[in-house]
Every structure is written in structure tokens, then in C-alpha cells.
């Protein structure tokens, strides 16, 4: 069975500086989808960003990016340039096959952003 | 991106008694969606797959007939939860697909006394 592992519960990080968020995984297929959302105290959950575990490249959006460990299955995401705005739950999330939908998520990250 | 709301956003009821839950996708047609648990501080769990037309599917260890799930249309899913206990209480949150991303609502909290 896959699962995600989240092992940070908590993290602080100062306004404009940047943070790292771990997430690893385990899985015996080949063909996964990795994400991140992220889940203010709204409790709406936003995608950040999405990983196709097919391609090398890490994925990237403005401020936020992953590093992605195919073979260590470790899936990081880096907020740069922190902003209070970023105060919010994390959560790692897994799909495969690709197309199901059925995410499996880790136990999140509680992420402060301190002005 | 697709919105998808929730109704109602709270929900407090005896124990014994049902409640419903609604979700809606508000600008797109969702032939499948999804419901989510999630207990304090913890992660989202999949509970059950909406068909539109057809009956849910269900995760391992989810009740079936406590949770009942109807889709009876493209923008619409319902979630019931019958003779609610206590421990039935939690967020509960759906989510539907549109241009291979998929949309969470912005929850459920139900408490049950």
C-alpha cells in the first residue's frame, strides 16, 4: 500500500525568508502524480503545486518549487521569499494511477509565517 | 480554477438523527467526485468515489450504509449521514475534477451531541 510521510508537524519561517517542507512517499509503481496543497484556516484546500513523476524536471510555480527525488521517493516543496499569506497547513499528496483521483495525503505541515 | 461549494459550512444535531450535506461544482459538470474526512489536525481521508448516475464506490472501512452518497446530477452530490454519533463528528470535505485538477469545497463541520 502507498503512503506519505510527513515527519515536520510544525515549522516557523520569518516574512521574505525562505523554508523547506519534506514529504516522502512510498510506492511500488512506476506512474504517480505527487502533490502539495495548501489548506488555510479557511480550510480550503488549494493545489500549489503538482509533480508527473515521469518527468526529471522539478516542478516550479512563481515563489514555490520541489525538489524531486524519484529513486529516495522524497518529494520537498520550497517557499521562497515567505510571505504571511503562506500561514497555512501543508499536505503531501499522492495519486496513481494517474486519472483516479484518489489522493492519499500525509499528515500535514503547520506552517507559521512570522512578520 | 472550478469552484465547489459546500451546504451547509456547519452543522450541529442530536445524536440519533441524520443530517445531509450537499456539494456542489458551481462552473463546471463533475461526472465524479469525491468526499473526504478529516479529523482534527489530521489528514484528509478518502471515504467514497460519486458516480454521477450510479452508485458510490467506497473506501475500505467506510460504511456504507451509514454514509450515503446520491449524485443525482452533473453539479450535485449528497452526503448522508445516518443515525449520527458522536464520534461522526469531523470536516467533511468534497472535491470534483475539472481539466485533470481537482477542486476541493471549502468543507463541512459536523457535530454530533
Known amino acids: 500500500a502507498q503512503t506519505v510521510t510527513q515527519s515536520q508537524p510544525e515549522m516557523s519561517v520569518q516574512e521574505a525568508e525562505t523554508v523547506t517542507l519534506s514529504c516522502t512517499y512510498d510506492t511500488s509503481e512506476n506512474n504517480y502524480y505527487l502533490f502539495w496543497y495548501k489548506q488555510p484556516p479557511s480550510r480550503q484546500m488549494i493545489l500549489v503545486i503538482r509533480q508527473e513523476a515521469y518527468k526529471q524536471q522539478n516542478a516550479t510555480e512563481n515563489r514555490f518549487s520541489v525538489n524531486f527525488q524519484k529513486a529516495a521517493k522524497s518529494f520537498s516543496l520550497k517557499i521562497s521569499d515567505s510571505q504571511l499569506g503562506d500561514t497555512a497547513m501543508y499536505f503531501c499528496?499522492?495519486?496513481?494511477?494517474?486519472?483516479?483521483?484518489?489522493?492519499?495525503f500525509g499528515t500535514g505541515t503547520r506552517l507559521k509565517v512570522l512578520a | 480554477g472550478a469552484v465547489v461549494s459546500q451546504h451547509p459550512s456547519w452543522v450541529i444535531c442530536k445524536s440519533g438523527t441524520s443530517v445531509k450535506i450537499e456539494c456542489r461544482s458551481l462552473d463546471f459538470q463533475a461526472t465524479t467526485m469525491f468526499w473526504y474526512r478529516q479529523f482534527p489536525k489530521q489528514s484528509l481521508m478518502l471515504m467514497a468515489t460519486s458516480n454521477e448516475g450510479s452508485k458510490a464506490t467506497y473506501e475500505q472501512g467506510v460504511e456504507k450504509d451509514k454514509f450515503l452518497i446520491n449524485h443525482a446530477s452533473l453539479t450535485l452530490s449528497t452526503l448522508t449521514v445516518t443515525s449520527a454519533h458522536p464520534e461522526d463528528s469531523s470536516f467533511y470535505i468534497c472535491s470534483g475534477v475539472w481539466r485533470n485538477e481537482q477542486f476541493f469545497g471549502p468543507g463541512t463541520r459536523l457535530t454530533v451531541l
Open positions: 499528496a499522492f495519486m496513481s494511477p494517474p486519472g483516479t483521483y484518489k489522493y492519499i
